[in-house]
């Protein structure tokens, strides 16, 4: 097979759904025109624990337009069979059952929904539902003593070495509790359903980032075959996360829309996204390290709580940075969740990974305040040769030269490493980097590829689109594939009943699905390159398949431009309508190498030396991702994960009122996150390169580990402006008075 | 949002007339909607002022202004008049809010806004202002950027205003039309601190009208600016504000004007810190003495104790930025 000639792949083009997006025709999940549709509001718990005694719904059912109200009183039948399909969703524990008992277990839980044939008139009888409680006395603050006696799930182990010995016997030691609040997804678009039932068929349009992770839960909820079911979702206006799993009101919907027998749509408030569905879980992060004179780490001891609900054991990766990232011989970790009266965490950018690079990578800027070593050259003294917890090589692992090329271009020669020693007026200017890891997933992904007879293509794959732009990066690939130009390839995603995808999350998309449409792209091309030589009526007849290549819709023998036929001659010669190959990629076994994807993050930052004010000034990253398919979408990831960690870093607080479990900042005013004014020059370099090993196509994912090390790199620099190590995020004014 | 009717008024007597018949006022509406959409806020009927001809900007004839209650937000601060007489007004206003919301505002509706204690805009939560007995859920809640002056134990609400600092520094006055005619109230009589009754916000008859609000003519040469200090740099309420105007003749204060915001109850004056400048030389020195006196009084809650120092800090700054000073 001849190798592509590539033109689209690597081009800096804008999105081919950009159009559709600021001209308001893209169609996320609350646009959807559904004939006959009503509407449904969620009525949630105003207690975070206790039982609902009485629910009084008659002024809400005298108001005009109300159809129909479910609560637990209603029983209403649902399977909740075990979906082992939900592979996502935490290992221990059950997932909410809606309305099916008394029980209250957070603040904000649905008790009971209303639908009414307007909107206005289901938010309003919501507002005129009467519940009452018999409620105790919550438990959501994990920093509260007698907290961790409750966990009735033994803590996450690992151990390497003799820590404790190691950590004895270093000649450098450091400790430090890091404390990283809870953070909310906060995505522009609110989590919507619209469900409508069609006898025994359920047709569900949900923000997702899962169709077919949807189709699957909604089958064991509904306790019917996942044939029945089919989830639509082609755009979501953000979600870092907070779209993989299927939440309770995708269920309330489907079952609103089952009861009252009329399609139903419901949309989560500003406020219930604050309960209804997911978020980044508060940590207390306590490290010690211990380190040679030289800056050797010899010994790190690791404890890890973070909060998770009642119902539900939520972990994450926290653990896996403290094991890889540098070489130290004895690590010890302990990870435990402590349940709480609060909803169920989730996943949300850089999960858990990001926040043990809080903790490591500020340890890591201490350690070389301590030692007198520069940070980076700290960082390049602890480069492990190969992956620490396995032996096993690395695939690719390029973090030095991130580290080198980033130093290099952020002009890190000029930091003075001693602090408070740079002044402009009434600012304290300091740098700070942090490294960052995140491993490179893959599974198993298949595609749909049709040319038909007008020359022009088209792709299915199930999965999502939340904003990195898989519609327009995926196009690239299949258009280079199939020889085609951008305009004569449409990719389309989004539908449970397109070809299986993973979930879209953990930055597997591009490896996964791009590996199975390059497949299928590359399958459709022989197939029409072996269509044209075995055909005596074509110019390429008796061509060796393997020196013919696809260039604007023309087949051609590569050295002979001017020998070779389009796609549509080609099928219409043969009377084929069309041609049509299916994609896949399976990933290899994990067992010969250690793939993970890299980064360094540069900060400089401005505090005010009197009012305590951090202002950011400069950013930087550097990243060892592999190969760049879309370098314009790759910097709408790194530079928006950027402005995520400042919000971060300096200003997002998810704050609970610990004395009934209120979230009191459950909106985007008083949940504050980065607006432009705070957000300075950003850049991103990629290191040029590729890593087959991974897939196919040389990535090794992109959306997770831009955000892994930013808050760190902040909070350094922060460091280097004033002398404060400031160990809880956000570094707010308090901390710098 | 409860059901309610509307009507648009067309002059001044219709108003007032649906105003005493209990009709909310509604201007530019960027307050009360909200408010409504949370159900805090439930009228019967609302009274659309937006028609009423007060949208004038002037030059009284001693030098002061008068700025119409209807006047946007956007409008007074891009007036000449405001700034070249008071620049902390345009400063104050557009260190307000978003544009979207500036272009909306009005003047009026900018001191009458209610508070961004969450709490009194929770409906399920315990607010003496928005429920009076329910008791002050704040007092002893999630209280980093409430108040530390001019609190009592009913309520810590902080008064959420830029412009009104400003008014308050500069001793401003409010003018009011109402069925039996109408009245002028100085600034700092207008706002009421809570004491037991913080649902009673305003010095406000029923069915009584802002008409526009009149800045004093002061001695001229006057400088004056407006200092902001809040988490994020643009659309978020203060953590402390700073409003000052100083003239200054012969290398002598003689005049010295200073307001907070973000930290009272009410737009805090400063009239300590006041005393402390009139009649001395500008110097840094008497910048941060004079700030010292700044959080006098103040009753730091759990989570604000940082704003007593913040606010000195932010006072002295100010003066120096204003009053000229390394």
Redesign the interface.
């Known amino acids: 097979m001849s190798p592509q000639p590539q033109a689209a792949v690597g081009a800096p083009l804008s999105r081919v759904d950009g159009r559709l997006k600021v001209t308001g025709q893209a169609k996320y999940t609350a646009d959807h025109d559904i004939d006959g549709v009503v509407h449904a509001v969620i009525v949630d718990s105003?207690v975070a624990r206790g039982r609902i005694t009485g629910i009084d719904t008659r002024a809400a059912d005298a108001q005009p337009g109300v159809l129909g109200l479910i609560s637990h009183l209603d029983k209403p039948a649902l399977a909740y069979r075990d979906n082992p399909g939900a592979w996502l969703d935490p290992r221990s524990g059950e997932r909410l059952h809606v309305f099916q008992d008394d029980k209250v277990r957070f603040l904000g839980q649905p008790v009971a929904v209303v639908v009414a044939r307007t909107l206005?008139a289901a938010?309003?009888a919501a507002?005129l539902v009467k519940v009452s409680y018999d409620a105790e006395k919550p438990s959501t603050d994990m920093s509260a003593s007698g907290v961790p006696e409750n966990d009735p799930l033994p803590p996450q182990n690992y151990v390497r070495g003799n820590p404790e010995d190691a950590l004895a016997s270093a000649v450098v030691k450091l400790e430090g509790t890091y404390r990283l609040t809870r953070n909310h997804h906060n995505a522009l678009e609110p989590h919507a359903t619209i469900a409508r039932w069609d006898g025994e068929k359920l047709t569900v349009w949900d923000k997702t980032q899962w169709t077919v992770g949807a189709r699957d839960e909604l089958a064991a909820v509904f306790g019917m075959s996942a044939e029945n079911v089919r989830v639509i979702s082609p755009f979501v206006g953000g979600a870092f996360g907070n779209g993989l799993r299927t939440w309770p009101h995708t269920t309330i919907a489907a079952l609103a829309a089952r009861q009252i027998r009329r399609p139903v749509k419901l949309v989560l408030t500003r406020e219930q996204l604050y309960y209804g569905v997911g978020y980044r879980p508060a940590y207390e992060y306590g490290l010690r390290l211990g380190s040679t004179r030289g800056g050797r780490v010899t010994a790190a001891l690791h404890r890890i709580r973070a909060e998770t609900s009642s119902y539900e054991h939520y972990v994450e990766g926290v653990m896996n940075p403290g094991q890889m990232l540098y070489a130290t011989p004895h690590v010890r970790q302990a990870y435990r969740t402590v349940p709480l009266d609060v909803n169920t965490p989730t996943f949300m950018r850089g999960p858990g990974w990001s926040s043990a690079a809080f903790a490591i990578e500020s340890a890591m800027d201490e350690l070389a305040h301590e030692t007198g070593i520069d940070p980076i050259e700290l960082r390049l003294r602890n480069e492990p040769q190969e992956d620490p917890v396995n032996g096993l090589p690395w695939s690719t692992r390029r973090l030095t030269e991130c580290l080198r090329t980033g130093a290099r271009a952020f002009g890190w020669h000029r930091r003075n490493p001693k602090p408070r020693s740079r002044r402009d007026g009434?600012w304290l200017i300091g740098m700070g980097m942090a490294s960052g890891i995140y491993d490179t997933l893959r599974m198993q992904s298949e595609a749909r590829v049709r040319l038909d007879a007008d020359g022009t293509a088209l792709v299915q794959a199930s999965t999502s689109d939340m904003g990195p732009g898989t519609y327009t990066s995926v196009t690239q690939l299949a258009a280079d594939a199939l020889g085609l130009t951008m305009r004569t390839v449409r990719f389309e995603l989004g539908d449970s009943t397109f070809p299986p995808s993973p979930p879209h999350g953990g930055s597997q998309t591009m490896a996964g699905v791009g590996s199975a449409v390059q497949d299928g792209c590359d399958k459709l091309r022989q197939e029409a390159i072996k269509l044209a030589v075995e055909d005596e009526r074509s110019p390429l007849h008796g061509v060796d398949a393997d020196d013919i290549v696809v260039r604007g819709g023309r087949l051609h023998v590569k050295s002979n431009p001017a020998r070779g036929e389009t796609y549509r001659q080609l099928l219409a010669r043969n009377s084929r309508t069309h041609l049509e190959t299916r994609g896949t990629f399976t990933p290899s076994g994990d067992d010969r190498y250690s793939m993970n994807a890299y980064s360094v993050t540069f900060a400089e930052v401005a505090v005010d030396r009197?009012?305590?004010?951090v202002?950011m000034r400069r950013m930087l990253g550097v990243y060892d991702v592999g190969r760049i398919i879309s370098p314009k979408l790759a910097d709408s990831q790194a530079l928006g994960a950027m402005v995520g960690g400042v919000g971060q870093a300096?200003?997002e607080h998810t704050?609970?009122?610990h004395?009934d479990g209120?979230i009191?900042?459950a909106n985007l005013?008083?949940y504050?996150v980065?607006?432009?004014?705070?957000i300075p020059d950003i850049k991103a370099i990629y290191l040029d390169g590729e890593d087959l090993h991974a897939d196919p196509i040389g990535v090794k994912g992109l959306g997770e580990i831009v955000k892994v090390g930013v808050a760190p790199a902040i909070a350094n620099a922060v460091f280097n402006a004033t002398g404060r190590r400031v160990r809880d995020l956000p570094i707010?004014?308090?901390a710098l008075? | 949002?409860?059901?309610f009717s509307y009507t648009r008024a067309t002059d001044t007597r219709q108003a007032l007339h649906a105003g005493r018949d209990g009709g909310r006022y509604i201007a530019g509406g960027t307050t009360l909607v909200d408010l409504m959409r949370e159900?805090v806020e439930r009228p019967r009927t609302l009274v659309d002022i937006s028609a009423l001809p007060l949208r004038e900007i002037m030059v009284t004839r001693r030098g002061g202004l008068r700025i119409g209650a209807l006047v946007r937000m956007s409008e007074a601060a891009a007036h000449r008049g405001v700034r070249a007489l008071y620049p902390v007004i345009s400063q104050a206003l557009e260190l307000s809010a978003s544009a979207q919301l500036r272009n909306m505002a009005t003047i009026g509706g900018n001191i009458m806004q209610r508070t961004?204690c969450?709490?009194f805009r929770?409906v399920?939560?315990a607010c003496n202002k928005r429920e009076p007995g329910s008791g002050c859920?704040a007092l002893?809640?999630?209280n980093?950027t409430h108040a530390i002056l001019g609190t009592s134990d009913d309520c810590v609400a902080t008064h959420p205003s830029d412009v009104a600092v400003a008014f308050a520094a500069l001793e401003a006055s409010v003018h009011l039309m109402g069925a039996d005619g109408e009245r002028t109230v100085p600034f700092a009589d207008f706002l009421l601190k809570p004491g037991s009754t913080p649902n009673r916000e305003q010095a406000l008859r029923p069915g009584e009208l802002i008409t526009a609000v009149e800045l004093p003519a002061l001695p001229r040469p006057l400088r004056s600016g407006y200092l902001k200090?809040r988490?994020?740099?643009?659309?978020?309420f203060a953590?402390t504000s700073a409003a000052v105007a100083l003239h200054i003749r012969h290398g002598v204060i003689r005049e010295a004007k200073v307001a907070a915001g973000g930290v009272g109850t009410v737009p805090w004056k400063l009239t300590a810190v006041e005393r402390q400048l009139i009649g001395r030389r500008p110097s840094d020195a008497l910048w941060t003495k004079a700030a010292e006196h700044a959080a006098d009084g103040a009753r730091p809650l759990q989570h604000n104790r940082?704003k007593v120092?913040?606010l000195k800090?932010?006072v002295?700054?100010q003066l120096r930025i204003v009053g000229g000073g390394k």
């Not at chain 1, 980065?674 to 705070?678: F, I, K, L, Q």
């Not at chain 2, 988490?231 to 978020?236: G, I, K, L």
Request: aromatic share 4%; proline share 3%; charged share 35%.
């Open positions: 105003s206005e938010q309003h507002d009434d009197r009012l305590g004010l202002r300096l200003l704050a609970t009122d004395r209120r009191v900042n005013a008083d504050l980065p607006v432009n004014a705070d707010t004014a308090e008075l | 949002m409860h059901p159900t961004r969450t709490y929770d399920t939560a859920a002893h809640g999630v980093r200090v988490d994020r740099q643009s659309y978020e953590l940082f120092e913040l800090r932010t002295e700054r």
